[in-house]
């Protein structure tokens, strides 16, 4: 446990490892204020000689986002200002054959998830994973970018809500999305072959 003062930036760090016959504990590893960000990181790892796995989670919450791009040096396109607060959650089980994805994160006022699988990830790796965004108000979202669709349309039902899966290997992907825009219905479906350089894709969206 300590503290690290780096260029005007205070880092209050708690650490909290384990090793025994090649595993590895992380029972507490938390970042208290790295520049506005708070984070915490807990799990196990083992298998450092043959096949490594593991499960563990990450935390991050971040009053400010620009202090995540400026940490991993990601351009802004919008004031920072307009983000809100930015969290992020995963929990990863698995090994270098199998993982098992839990991610969750809120930006802009969106909520976002993506769940499931990534099978032979040493190989050829095949997805298997569902994702969601949602928001209450798309009006509210677009003004985050700068962007006015008019005083009425706040009091709106103009909810934002996009499901998805994505199935298949890298090469063969299946990808499929629907959901609602301000009340459209949105339906895609799309099939990517690259081996063979071709992409099908059928919209549709109905108002």
């Keep these: 446990m300590g503290k690290l003062l780096k260029e005007e930036q205070l880092i209050d760090l708690k650490v909290d490892l384990g090793l025994l016959s090649g595993?590895?504990?992380?029972?507490?590893?938390t970042v208290e204020n790295l520049d506005g960000?708070?984070?915490?990181?807990?799990?196990?790892?083992?298998?450092?000689?043959?096949?490594?796995?593991?499960?563990?989670?990450?935390?991050?919450?971040?009053?400010?986002?620009?202090?995540?791009?400026?940490?991993?040096?990601?351009?802004?396109?919008?004031?920072?200002?307009?983000?809100?607060?930015?969290?992020?959650?995963?929990?990863?089980?698995?090994?270098?054959?199998?993982?098992?994805?839990?991610?969750?994160?809120?930006?802009?006022?969106?909520k976002f998830r993506l769940q499931g699988d990534v099978n032979d990830i040493a190989h050829k790796p095949t997805l298997d994973l569902d994702f969601d965004a949602q928001h209450q108000n798309i009006a509210d979202l677009f003004e985050f970018f700068g962007i006015g669709l008019g005083n009425g349309n706040k009091s709106e039902n103009s909810s934002l809500i996009i499901k998805g899966s994505t199935?298949?290997?890298?090469?063969?992907?299946?990808?499929?999305?629907?959901?609602?825009?301000?009340?459209?219905e949105i339906k895609a479906v799309s099939y990517t072959h690259l081996r063979a350089h071709e992409t099908e894709a059928d919209l549709v969206c109905r108002l």
């Design 37 to 110: 960000i708070r984070g915490t990181l807990t799990g196990i790892t083992s298998g450092f000689s043959e096949n490594i796995g593991g499960t563990g989670a990450i935390n991050l919450v971040a009053g400010d986002p620009s202090s995540l791009a400026r940490l991993f040096k990601i351009p802004m396109i919008v004031s920072p200002g307009r983000l809100g607060e930015f969290t992020f959650n995963m929990r990863v089980d698995g090994d270098q054959e199998y993982l098992n994805l839990d991610i969750g994160a809120l930006l802009a006022g969106t």
């Design 167 to 184: 199935k298949g290997t890298l090469g063969a992907l299946a990808l499929t999305l629907n959901g609602s825009i301000a009340g459209s």
């Design 23 to 29: 595993v590895l504990t992380a029972r507490e590893l």
